[in-house]
């Protein structure tokens, strides 16, 4: 799992890559140089990024933390219907944050008028892009889940001890015990663990990418009208996005530290990105074709990651299973969750 999940890190190196190029490309194209009207104060912004550190640092904690001590609060265990209702509306916003942020960004970014007409203009990168992420996170998804069956040792206890499984079909149950029935069971409750620390780490790494993009346009902005709105846009979808992601988290069982590094990237990705962003203000222009070129490529990766997990392996995989296919009621309060979740991070839209 340790080798996946440093595929986390690898955005800021391609961040820090551009950055170091776009000041050029920013100077031979004078007409796509910063905009912003009258709305331009250097002191006045710098209070609000500052600002922003603090406030986007402190809900993305608390979104994705109140799922990972939920375990306190008896009616907001992941047995618990509550938890899967609340579980839904994280989903519902994760949707949403793919289809109403995310992509939106990159068709803006790789439709710039900063870029040549051809080819950026004559062909839709940003939702070719986005379909090969998603097929990609299919693939990832896949192939991990065979890996770690493969070749990954997997603990699985009974009641009266434990038995070490190793291979990819090979489980043995405990002695006494039927065996079909055993191994199956045994089989599926270790498949499902795999699946949700799959599930949790790809969709981490989908949303550090756009967390790192949006902070760094937050951090080398000069426009306080600009970024004033987008503060409570973006501490309202880190509190709620991070309920989604922490509840992946806590049912995928992982330890202490494990979890303390996954709280760690998503509650301080998009802070460092404004501090990137504050200290490469100076040579940063966010309409630049390979800031653009590069912020559009890496949004179209990030849009199609987060709606395949947020359709396929969230709700998808939760509104199939067993627990809301057994009751109608349990099922129409999660539609309505999802629905308000969606809708909620939709009308944020307007102002992020």
Known sequence: MASLFNLNTSPLLLLLLLLLSSGAGAESQPECSKSGGGCRNKAVAMKFRLIAVASILATSMIGVCLPLFSRAVPALRPDKDVFTVVKAFGSGVILATGYMHVLPDSI????????????????????????????????????????????????????????????????????????????????????????????????????????????LSMGASDNPCTIRPLIAAICFHQLFEGMGLGGCILQAEYGVKMRAIMVFFFSFTTPLGIALGICLSNIYSENSPTALIVVGLLDACSAGLLNYMALVDLLAADFMGPKLQAGVKLQIWAYFAVLLGAGAMSVMAMWA
């Open 108 to 215: 803006a970014s790789l439709s710039s008028d900063c870029l040549p007409e051809s080819p950026w203009r004559r062909f839709p990168f940003s939702t070719f892009v986005a379909m090969l992420s998603a097929i990609a996170t299919l693939m990832v998804d896949s192939f991990s889940m065979s890996y770690y069956r493969k070749h990954f040792l997997l603990r699985v206890g009974d009641g009266d001890g434990e038995r070490v499984r190793n291979g990819a079909h090979q489980i043995l149950g405990h002695v006494g015990h039927e065996n079909g029935k055993m191994e199956e069971g045994v089989s599926d409750k270790g498949s499902e663990l795999l699946r949700r620390r799959v599930v949790a780490q790809v969709l981490e790494l989908g949303i550090v990418v756009h967390s790192v993009v949006i902070g």
